[in-house]
């Protein structure tokens, strides 16, 4: 069946770091790929999300590339900030199906 | 932008009780939402779909006499764990799809979850 696997948190790092959070996945068919966060006391919000291999989704200076060989969406920022820390969330979601399969979540922490 | 709230924000109550916790999209209708229980340091699982006018679809696992769900408007999904016990005590989110308009493209809203506590 369909699984998502990212690296265990908490994952530490000083203001302007390079962060990479790892997500691999298992699929059946050809899904879509997310990467969602959750602020302290707040639902999820869609980060970016890529619909197809070789696809790059981006968005507030995080980025993520749809690697088919590898099975893998890993998230990176050339620079954290205090405000990016959060919990990240891998997912995929099969066709027009409205299912996701999340991963366990990785928590971040940016010091300042 | 679309907006989905949930009821209560955390909830404590004793074994044997029953809760219930509400789902709404704010600024949209939802025929669909879904409901999603988090253990701790674990993935978000799907539970059930909520259909509005029609029972609920349930994931396997998942016990549909004590996770009651009811899709009482196009806006309104409850979720009721009848005589809750300690072990129901978790994390519980809920989802819900808004499509866009002429095209086939929809994107999800989550709430921000409810804690639950069973003592």
């Known amino acids: 069946g369909d699984s998502v696997t990212q690296m265990e948190g908490p994952v530490t790092l000083s203001e302007e770091a390079f962060l990479t959070i790892n997500c691999t996945y298992t699929?059946?068919?050809?899904?879509?790929l997310f990467w969602y966060v959750q602020y302290p006391g707040e639902g999820l919000q869609l980060l970016l999300k890529?619909?197809?291999?070789?696809d790059k989704g981006s968005n507030k200076g995080f980025e993520a590339t749809y690697r088919k060989e590898t099975t893998s969406f890993h998230l990176e920022k050339g620079s954290v900030q205090v405000s990016d820390s959060a919990v990240y969330f891998c997912?995929?979601?099969?066709?027009?199906?409205?299912?996701?399969?999340f991963g366990s979540g990785t928590k971040l922490n940016v010091k300042p | 932008g679309a907006v989905v709230s949930q009821h209560p924000s955390r909830v404590i109550c004793k074994s044997g009780t029953s809760v219930k916790i509400e789902c709404r999209s704010l600024?949209?209708?939802?025929?669909?939402m879904f409901w999603y229980r988090q253990f701790p340091k674990q993935s978000l699982m799907l539970m059930a779909t909520?259909?509005?006018?029609?029972?609920?679809?349930?994931e396997q696992g998942v016990e549909k006499d004590k996770f009651l769900i009811n899709h009482a408007s196009l806006t309104l999904s409850t979720l009721t764990v009848t005589s809750a016990h300690p072990e129901d005590s978790s994390f519980y989110i809920c989802?819900?799809?808004?499509?866009?308009?002429?095209?086939?493209?929809?994107?999800?809203?989550f709430g921000p979850g409810t804690r639950l506590t069973v003592l």
């Open positions: 989802s819900a799809p808004r499509t866009g308009g002429i095209t086939s493209y929809n994107e999800q809203f």
């Open positions: 890529a619909t197809k291999a070789d």
């Open positions: 600024d949209f209708q939802a025929t669909t």
């Open positions: 699929a059946t068919g050809y899904p879509s």
């Open positions: 909520s259909n509005e006018g029609s029972k609920a679809t349930y």
């Open positions: 997912a995929l979601k099969e066709g027009n199906f409205n299912k996701f399969y």
